[in-house]
């Protein structure tokens, strides 16, 4: 079974308990601490992985970089996923949680990459027409790539609006070399 399987399935069974005990909102918070903690240290990821490192030493590990930061619930379904040796899939299990989150809240992510910062009306403008487009909350990030010469380009989950300079002379160039 992938990763990403198992993964959706474990975030699925916390994502029911945290319903069962009201705590979507701290857990959530939890899972996005994990996440951003594991991004910063990759070592401690790779130790987590590591199934030559002892179950007792990683959940040793998780207590004190984690013990006064999170839910006990949090904490305890950290524990519960090394002692049952999927330390190796608790990272993508932590973004499947967020996922899920989203998925129940109607939260859609967004980024946009464009020739220079878009202004904040730009960018209201862009969230509204998207939120319109999708009946969702809408989370956006943008990115600046002065190799598009001018235009954006939007990507809304698998989706991609691509009205940059550069692709309309890549577009060009490919016409002019079938003819």
Known sequence: MSEL??????????????????????????????????????????????PIVSHSKK????????ASKVNK????????????SRGEVLYATAGEYVNLYDIKHNIVHASV????????TNKKTMIADIAAATGGT????????ANLIGGFVLTVGDRQIDTSIASDLHKLKKEFANR
């Open 5 to 50: 399987t198992v993964a959706a399935r474990y975030a699925k069974a916390i994502i029911d308990l945290a319903e069962e005990q009201k705590l979507v909102e701290p857990i959530k918070g939890d899972m996005e601490l994990f996440l951003h903690t594991l991004k910063a240290n990759p070592e401690l990821k790779a130790v987590l992985a590591n």
């Open 59 to 66: 959940v040793h590990i998780l207590d004190d970089i984690f």
């Open 73 to 84: 619930t949090s904490l305890a379904f950290f524990k519960l996923m090394v002692n049952k």
């Open 113 to 120: 990459v464009s020739a220079t910062a878009l202004s904040d």
């Open 138 to 145: 809408v989370k956006l990030e943008a990115k600046v790539d």
